[in-house]
């Protein structure tokens, strides 16, 4: 009977020891699979910035040899050189994009704000009316909304070929998007704050001044980081709603390389990166607070 009971215990240890390694092979090659998933995905999300990096680089006779070289035999550094001296249009344009993203923001967080405000902290019964007119123009593409632009600024307002045009037409699309990423920040805040603030003697404005914004200033940093990127990518407004270099953005000019005949790869491609510096410095220097307003507005809401 001992020795029965011994090799009981003896098969007992060992299915636990089998059980044991089994779970952490489970485990190993589960750590394994995430690790490739995200290698795959930094792969792919970074080849086409690295392929227009590579290209930027290479001179014209690299360019077009074929196949093509992942890597670059010699670096060549003219590409830029001609993009930032010899053209006429990419630095204006690249001064449009600038100036007409800052201002579309400013005024984006402005309106965006007080109307969030409003349907966030005030009851009224058109509210749901309110808030669902207001998201639903995020449903109309883009080149739905073109046409009646287009015809606005060229006709009874005329705004064609200026920078308001840009950003009338850019508000159009960034209003909602603040609007609707800080309704819930404003709607979630304890009543109690403002209310101690209109005790004190503080107006509606100024309990939102100095209560409301400091409280929710990590989703109003992440909705002015938004806008901005949206606005700086924007391509169809401005090869629609403008004419040259004096309002187009740099998206637009970008373009302008290309002649007839020719196509600039290598200058499109410096051009490209110059263009994506300025968002990678945002997003490197300020992806702390993107992801803290982004998480904080996905939990209160």
Not at 6 to 14: F, L, M, P, V, Y
Not at 149 to 172: E, H, Q, S
């Amino acid at each position: 009977m001992a020795v029965m009971e011994q090799r009981k215990d003896h098969t007992s240890i060992e299915a636990a020891r089998a059980r044991i390694v089994a779970k952490q092979r489970m485990e190993t090659a589960g750590k394994v699979g995430r690790y490739i998933a995200v290698a795959v995905i930094v792969i792919v999300s970074l080849a086409p910035l690295y392929w227009t990096f590579v290209t930027s680089v290479k001179n014209g006779i690299e360019i077009n040899a074929s196949p093509p070289t992942i890597f670059p035999q010699q670096i060549d550094f003219s590409n830029y050189a001609q993009v930032l001296t010899n053209s006429t249009f990419f630095l204006p344009t690249l001064r449009n994009s600038a100036i007409i993203a800052a201002v579309t923001t400013v005024l984006a967080l402005l309106f965006g704000i007080l109307c969030a405000y409003a349907l966030g902290r005030m009851k009224f019964k058109a509210k749901p009316v309110v808030l669902g007119t207001v998201l639903s123009v995020q449903m109309f593409p883009f080149i739905a909304l073109l046409g009646p632009l287009f015809v606005l600024f060229t006709g009874p307002i005329y705004l064609y070929n200026t920078y308001w045009a840009l950003i009338i037409a850019d508000l159009v699309l960034n209003i909602p998007l603040v609007v609707w990423f800080l309704t819930s920040f404003f709607r979630d805040l304890p009543p109690d704050l403002e209310e101690a603030a209109r005790i004190d003697g503080a107006s509606r404005l100024r309990a939102l001044w100095y209560v409301i914004m400091p409280l929710t200033a990590p989703g109003i940093f992440s909705s002015a980081i938004l806008s901005f990127i949206a606005v700086w990518n924007d391509f169809l407004f401005g090869l629609n709603l403008t004419a040259d270099e004096s309002a187009q953005p740099v998206t637009v000019g970008i373009t302008r390389f290309n002649s007839e005949h020719v196509v600039a790869y290598g200058q499109l491609a410096a051009a490209a990166i110059i263009v994506t510096i300025p968002l990678v410095i945002i997003v490197l220097f300020l992806q702390r607070r993107i992801v803290s307003g982004l998480t904080a507005g996905a939990v209160k809401g």
